[in-house]
């Protein structure tokens, strides 16, 4: 039987990871669902296991892939999701297949052809600007399904290359398109506009959706949708339940 398991360190939207862990147990209830935190966070309340590591801001996207691996290592097969996500329906053709190793989401070609110029790359990473998404990160590291570890630990080994503020941020996309184009695996690739899919308005039909990913803007629907899926006084009571923590939308 797979895992599922996500990092998610105690932050301003506590919400997130509660509806998150909701999404999944109400589709996987006998699967083990795992938080990956710091030393410090508490444990959220529908999620099976804690496990406990070390995370630095400087080296965030190193460490949480160090994690995953040592999760893989202890559990075996998992699904690695980010906290940003509510899965909507049973994903198992993501991870139900034999003779594989890894399995992630495809940017569509509308995400592919977005220009990496704002300030931050500018700043932080000034060897993308004016790439687009789909020649540097190709595939989004919201969700993925790792059946053999030698896939994680090749994106460990890829991150020695790195410069040091991917070890920070996007060096795990980065490296999941090395990943991909090195052709050492046999992965199944699947469409993020399904798998993986970011709304851009809260009235939108979602029928086909199994996935939502609410990164960037698209957090300030997170409560919005929700509602829609969970119910108004279902989502206030878990506001309640986490002792009236603010629901943040930003």
């Known amino acids: 039987m797979i895992n599922f398991a996500f990092v998610y360190l105690y932050g301003k939207n506590v919400i997130m990871g509660e509806l998150l862990a909701q999404s999944i ?18 444990q959220i309340n529908s ?17 949480c892939i160090e994690s995953q691996l040592k999760i893989f290592n202890k559990y075996g097969p998992t699904i690695f999701l980010d906290a940003d996500l509510i ?3 049973k994903i198992d053709d993501f991870f139900e297949f034999k003779d594989f190793d890894f399995s992630l989401t495809e940017r569509s070609n509308l995400s592919k052809s977005i220009i ?18 789909g020649e540097t990160m190709s595939y989004n590291a919201g969700i993925y399904f790792c059946n ?3 896939p994680l630990e090749f994106m460990l080994n890829i991150f020695k290359t790195m410069n040091k503020n991917y070890l920070e941020w996007y060096g795990d996309q ?62 206030e009571k878990v506001a309640k339940k986490l002792e009236n923590t603010p629901i943040k939308t930003n």
């Open 116 to 133: 990496l110029n704002n300030e931050k790359h500018k700043k932080n990473f000034p060897d993308l600007i004016n790439k687009t998404l």
């Open 174 to 235: 980065l490296a999941l398109k090395k990943l991909v184009e090195s052709k050492l695996f046999k992965i199944k690739i699947f469409q993020e506009s399904i798998y993986n899919y970011t709304p851009i308005k809260s009235d939108e039909d979602l029928s086909n959706k199994k996935i939502l990913h609410f990164k960037g803007d698209s957090k300030k629907l997170f409560i919005p949708i929700c509602e829609k899926i969970f119910g108004t006084s279902h989502i």
């Open 47 to 63: 999620i099976d296991n804690v496990e406990r590591f070390k995370f630095t801001r400087s080296h965030f996207m190193k460490d």
């Open 87 to 89: 899965v909507l329906k």
């Open 148 to 150: 053999k570890k030698e």
């Open 25 to 42: 147990k109400r589709l996987y209830p006998y699967n083990k669902l795992i938080q990956i935190t710091d030393d410090y966070s508490e």
